[in-house]
């Protein structure tokens, strides 16, 4: 019974670590299209 615990808490560990790195990475993608669209409105006042 242990050994199954193990295992499930294991599965469910590796899940929350898949879920948060998928966050991290859209957050990231986030960030830099948010830079992007900030440099593109710097461009768009200059000219």
């Not at 242990?2 to 960030?31: H, I, W």
């Amino acid at each position: 019974d242990l050994t199954r615990k193990y295992a499930l808490n294991t599965f469910y560990y590796k899940r929350e670590v898949k879920n948060t790195n998928k966050g991290k990475r859209s957050l990231n993608e986030n960030e830099t299209s948010r830079k992007k669209n900030q440099a593109k409105h710097i461009s768009l006042k200059s000219s």
